[in-house]
């Protein structure tokens, strides 16, 4: 478990970091990547991929396991991620649900404190929460996923959904990593008080499979993230 001040340590490492392009390449998939080329990926200088475990309080992705597998026989850092359904069911129900079926954390060097994954759904872009009910439900989710792991998760986001939805909270800066969304050729501005980004989602697409993503620092940052 990353205490406050060795999560502003790492952080403030990868700033560093990111300022002499010493970023990590990684990717992340879901079922709608039946096929993915893990093995060319750890090839063409890829070091991690987060994967789709679960979904709400009921969906389990169906190549979560034949993902997990691939990505470890590849020799890949290997991450979870929960799609948040703030509108069905408690975080604390989901983060339960998540821990169930993939969402779990062991201190084995290669594999991520797990991500909620925080963005627009079918039915609203806020789900019919207030901010201030947002803020509560990661709050729940986060907790209670710190409670069974000894880990905070990271929390996937775009500025526009966390400005909207959370009102620009400040609460996760100190605890929880920001994976951050925004397909361009810069990051850009940070939302929620983050100084900057751990991993930034810079495209939609990436040649071996899935959305293309940065760590933002080197290698040993990145297996420090992944060792708590």
Known sequence: MFSRAALLALLSSAVLMGTTKADVQGFDISHYQPNVNFKGAYSAGARFVIIKATEGTNYIDPKFSEHWTGATNAGLIRGAYHFARPNSGSGAAQATFFLAHGGGWTKDGR????????????????????????????????????GKTGRYPMLYTNPSWWTSCTGNSKEFVTTNPLVLARYSNSPGTIPGGWPYQTIWQYADKYAYGGDGDKFNGNETGLKKLASG
Do not use: K
């Not at 789900?127 to 729940?140: F, H």
């Open 111 to 146: 594999t991520f404190p797990r991500m909620l994954d925080l963005e627009s759904g079918s039915s609203s872009q806020c789900y019919g929460l207030s901010t201030g009910a947002m803020v509560t439900w990661i709050r729940d989710f986060s907790n209670t996923y710190h």
